[in-house]
């Protein structure tokens, strides 16, 4: 069975760093993509990065272009999302999953939505404080 687990949420204040860490089990990621997607309450769990294992491009929304990072290391089977100058709209739940192999002449941008992902792990809580 296919686990993802996401961690390294907490209480930040504004402007301020954390990264998350998805570790899978049962599964190495290889060439699959893995997703970050947040979920605030009552709202939709929604793409926030994507990074395609199979060659290392990535993809983030308007919104934290230039603030994350998204990251892979095959020998942890980790990928993890670097969060830098945090906001207080950043606060949410944040869910890592897996995502398909890109296509041959497709980018990850192209797959980085919910209905493309599965595999959803417990989601870790960041909150962002003013």
């Known amino acids: 069975e296919v686990q993802l687990q996401a961690s390294g949420g907490g209480l930040v204040q504004a402007g301020g760093s954390l990264t998350l860490s998805c570790a899978a089990s049962g599964l190495s990621f290889g060439d699959y993509a893995v997703g970050w997607f947040r979920q605030d309450f009552g709202k939709e769990r929604e793409p926030y990065s994507c990074i395609s294992n199979k060659d290392g491009t990535t993809y983030y929304v308007g919104s934290v272009k230039g603030r994350f990072t998204i990251s892979s290391d095959s020998a942890k089977n980790t990928v993890y999302l670097q969060m830098n100058s945090l906001k207080v709209e950043d606060t949410a739940v944040y869910y890592c999953?897996?995502?398909?192999?890109?296509?041959?002449?497709?980018?990850?941008?192209?797959?980085?939505?919910?209905?493309?992902?599965?595999?959803w792990g417990q989601g870790t809580l960041v909150t962002v404080s003013s």
């Open positions: 999953a897996l995502g398909p192999v890109i296509p041959t002449f497709y980018r990850v941008r192209h797959y980085c939505r919910r209905d493309e992902f599965d595999s």
